[in-house]
C-alpha cells in the first residue's frame, strides 16, 4: 500500500509538471485554430475505424469512405496551416494588438511565507513525509507479534471455543464487567458462579446462586451449584432436598446427577450414587465415561471428586460433624494428608428459659452461625448445626467454616433453633439469640434464647 500510494503520487506530480508549460501558450491559440485541430482529430479517428469495419462492408464502400475523409482531413489540414501562417506573420501581431500580450502575460509572483522560500517547502515537505513514515512504521512494530505455534497468519483473535487460553483475572474481569451492563442477565451470573466454584470460592458460589434464586426461585442450576455450599457447611439434607427439586424441574441437567452422586457419597449411600450414575448413563449414554470415572475418582479419593471434564463437582470437604446428633449419616473418612485448619475458636453454652420450652419441638435443630462483626446477611463464616438439648454447650473453630479459613478477629455469633429442620425457612415463634463483637478464642459464651 505505501509503495502504490508513492507511485500515484509520482505519476500526479509529473503530469501536473508536464501539462504545466502548455497552460500560458493554449489561452493565445485562437479559437479558429483549436477548432481545427479538433475536427482533425475526429476525421484521424474515424480513418483509424475504417479497417475495423472492413468486414460489414464492401471494399467498394471502404475505399469510397476513406478517399472522402481523406479529402476532409487534407482541407482541414490545409485550412489550419493558412492559420498559422497568418498567426505568425507579423502585419498580424500588429493587428492583434495588446491582447495577446495581455494573454500570454506571467502569472502573479507568488506570496507567503513557503511560497517564497522554494528550499524551505521542499524541506518541510520532506520532514512531514519522513514523519508519516516513521509513524507507520512504529505503528506496524508496536502491533507485530510472532506467531504461536499452530496460529492463523491473518492473526485471528482467539476465542474461547478454540482452546484460546484466558487468564483467571481476565476472565473474571470480562465477567464482573459483563454482569455490570446487564445485571439481569442470569445466565453470566451462573457463569460467574462456576467460576467461583473451579476457584473452590464457596462464598462467591453463595452470593451469585442467592441473587439468582432471589429473581428467579427454583432455578435448577443456581440449585445445584448452592446445594454444594450447602454440603459444605455439613447440611448434606438441605443439598439432597435441593439436588432432587433441580432434576425433577431440569431432567437433563448434567450437573445435577453429579452434585447429587456427591452427597450420596459423603453421606455414606454408595449405592444410591451407584444407582443414580447408572441411569444418567443411560440418559446420557454419550456422558457414561465421564460419569464411570467420576465414580471411580470419588471411590479413591475417600468420596472427594475431581473428574476430569467436570471442574463443578470438585469442592472441599465438609466441615467437622462429629458432634453428636449433627447428622444420621456417618461423616466421610477424613483425609490423612490434610490436618485441620489452626486458629482460635470460640465456645460457651446456649440457654432456653423454661417458659419457651414448648415452642421448641422434640424434632428440632439448633443452628448456630458465625459471621463477621456488624454482619446481618450474606452467608456465615462458619457454621453448625446441633440437637435442640438445653443447656446446651457448644464450640465451633476453624474446623466449621465453609472454606476452612479462621474465624474472625471480631465476630457475630448467632444461635436460632429451627423447629422444621429446614435452614432455609424461618419461623416467626423459633427462638434466637446473639452476641455481636466477640473476641476471638472466647471460651465463656452465653447464649440466651428468646
Do not use: C
Not at 506530480?13 to 479538433?38: F, K, Q, S, V
Not at 475526429?42 to 475505399?63: F, G, H, T
Not at 455490570?180 to 466454584?197: I, Y
Amino acid at each position: 500500500m505505501l509503495a502504490a500510494g508513492l507511485l500515484i503520487g509520482l505519476a500526479l506530480l509529473w503530469r501536473m509538471r508536464a501539462g504545466a508549460p502548455e497552460a500560458a501558450p493554449a489561452a493565445a491559440i485562437p479559437l479558429e485554430l483549436r477548432d481545427l485541430d479538433g475536427r482533425l482529430e475526429a476525421l484521424l479517428r474515424q480513418l483509424r475505424e475504417i479497417e475495423d469495419l472492413a468486414d460489414k462492408r464492401s471494399p467498394e464502400q471502404v475505399a469510397r469512405e476513406r478517399y472522402a475523409l481523406e479529402l476532409e482531413a487534407a482541407t482541414v489540414l490545409r485550412d489550419r496551416e493558412r492559420g498559422l501562417a497568418r498567426l505568425g506573420s507579423p502585419s498580424k501581431k500588429a493587428k492583434a494588438g495588446p491582447a495577446p500580450a495581455a494573454a500570454a502575460a506571467p502569472p502573479p509572483a507568488p506570496t507567503g511565507f513557503l511560497a517564497t522560500r522554494p528550499g524551505l517547502r521542499g524541506f518541510v515537505w520532506g520532514t512531514v513525509t519522513a514523519a508519516s513514515l516513521a509513524a507507520l512504521v512504529f505503528v506496524v512494530w508496536r502491533q507485530a507479534k510472532p506467531r504461536e505455534e499452530g496460529g492463523s497468519v491473518t492473526g485471528e483473535i482467539p476465542t474461547a471455543g478454540r482452546g484460546a487460553a484466558t487468564a483467571p483475572d481476565d476472565e473474571m474481569a470480562q465477567l464482573t464487567a459483563a454482569i455490570a451492563e446487564h445485571p439481569a442477565d442470569l445466565e453470566l451470573r451462573m457463569a460467574l458462579a462456576q467460576l467461583h466454584l473451579r476457584r473452590r470460592d464457596l462464598m462467591g458460589v453463595w452470593n451469585e446462586t442467592q441473587l439468582i434464586l432471589e429473581k428467579q426461585p427454583g432455578h435448577p442450576r443456581a440449585l445445584a451449584y448452592q446445594a454444594l455450599v450447602r454440603l459444605a457447611m455439613g447440611q448434606a439434607e438441605v443439598a439432597d432436598s435441593m439436588l432432587q427439586q433441580a432434576i425433577k424441574s431440569d431432567p437433563n441437567l448434567v450437573e445435577g446427577y453429579l452434585h447429587l452422586a456427591l452427597v450420596y457419597m459423603r453421606t455414606g449411600r454408595e449405592k444410591e450414587a451407584d444407582a443414580l450414575m447408572k441411569q444418567a448413563s443411560q440418559r446420557f449414554p454419550a456422558q457414561a465415561p465421564m460419569f464411570a470415572r467420576a465414580m471411580a475418582e470419588m471411590r479413591a479419593a475417600g468420596a472427594e471428586p475431581a473428574p476430569e471434564g467436570d471442574p463443578h463437582a470438585d469442592v472441599p470437604a465438609p466441615g467437622s460433624q462429629a458432634d453428636a446428633g449433627t447428622s444420621s449419616a456417618p461423616a466421610p473418612p477424613p483425609r490423612a494428608a490434610e490436618a485441620p485448619p489452626a486458629g482460635p475458636g470460640l465456645s460457651g453454652v446456649i440457654e432456653l428459659p423454661d417458659a419457651l420450652r414448648a415452642r421448641v419441638g422434640p424434632g428440632a435443630l439448633v443452628f448456630l452461625t458465625v459471621r463477621e462483626s456488624g454482619a446481618t446477611e450474606g452467608p456465615p463464616v462458619a457454621v453448625k448445626r446441633l440437637p435442640a438439648s438445653f443447656p446446651l454447650a457448644f464450640a465451633v473453630g476453624p474446623g466449621d467454616s465453609m472454606m476452612g479459613q479462621p474465624l474472625p478477629a471480631r465476630a457475630r455469633v448467632e444461635a436460632r433453633v429451627d423447629s422444621d429442620g429446614d435452614p432455609l425457612t424461618r419461623v416467626a415463634t423459633d427462638p434466637s439469640a446473639r452476641l455481636d463483637g466477640v473476641a476471638a478464642g472466647s471460651t465463656k459464651l452465653r447464649l440466651v434464647l428468646q
